[in-house]
């Protein structure tokens, strides 16, 4: 699976948009794309994931460049329980075997 | 989502003794569970990955017989701590994925400390 490279630490006053970027210009094209947040001493959570369509849901935007390099998740309207590290990870979804690769991921602070 | 359950949500034993460790998949049959610990500020490492009926496959550097894991059914599979010591202590979590969930997703239990004395 490619690897990722996320920025360390990110601010985000509450109420405006966060947005995470993230590297992956060894992605190959049958892997895609995944994104989990970890709010502290709880299990990861799910976010959204994408091949090379933007994609949207009730909790993020996902946007993917034409050349699949590099992502961008996007928090509409960032929250203070949207403190969180969060992950982007690359894998080829087949198969109940494939582990995932975790990073050190983004620590997001959302301000007052 | 497909919901995740862990049992302990924390732990306290003393060194030398064994701890078990419960996940569940309460709405959905985990063919495949992912066993994860955590130290504090690091990220999450991957243990085992456990097939239902089948022995677990450790990661290099896990000692297997002294985290045991045990899958022998599609909701639930557990986690042992044999002869568990100070340095044991961590955040451990399971995930789970199985043929129902869309492209093989992975989710999460909410983590079970472990603080050994």
């Known amino acids: 699976d490619a690897k990722t490279t996320q920025p360390p630490s990110m601010d985000c006053a509450e109420g405006r948009a966060a947005n995470l970027p993230c590297n992956h210009s060894?992605?190959?094209?049958?892997?895609?794309v995944y994104w989990y947040r970890q709010i502290h001493s709880q299990g990861p959570q799910y976010i959204i994931h994408?091949?090379?369509?933007?994609e949207t849901n009730e909790m993020a935007s996902l946007i993917i460049t034409e050349d699949r390099k590099s992502s961008t998740l996007i928090l509409p309207h960032a929250t203070l329980r949207d403190t969180a590290v969060y992950y982007c990870i690359v894998r080829v979804p087949s198969g109940n075997n494939r582990k995932l690769i975790w990073g050190l991921g983004t620590s997001l602070a959302v301000n007052p | 989502g497909a919901v995740v359950s862990q049992h302990p949500s924390w732990v306290i034993c003393k060194s030398g003794t064994s701890v078990k460790i419960e996940c569940r998949s309460l709405?959905?049959?985990?063919?495949?569970m992912f066993w994860y610990r955590q130290f504090p500020k690091q990220s999450l490492m991957l243990m085992a990955t456990?097939?239902?009926?089948?022995?677990?496959?450790?990661e290099q550097g896990v000692e297997k017989d002294k985290f045991l894991i045990n899958h022998a059914s599609l909701t639930l599979s557990t986690l042992t701590v044999t002869s568990a010591h100070p340095e044991d202590s961590s955040f451990y979590i399971c995930s789970a994925s199985g043929p129902g969930l869309v492209l093989y997703e992975q989710f999460f239990g909410p983590g079970t400390r472990l603080t050994v004395l």
């Open positions: 709405d959905f049959q985990a063919t495949t």
């Open positions: 994408g091949l090379k369509n933007n």
């Open positions: 456990s097939n239902e009926g089948s022995k677990a496959t450790y």
């Open positions: 060894t992605i190959s094209g049958n892997e895609y």
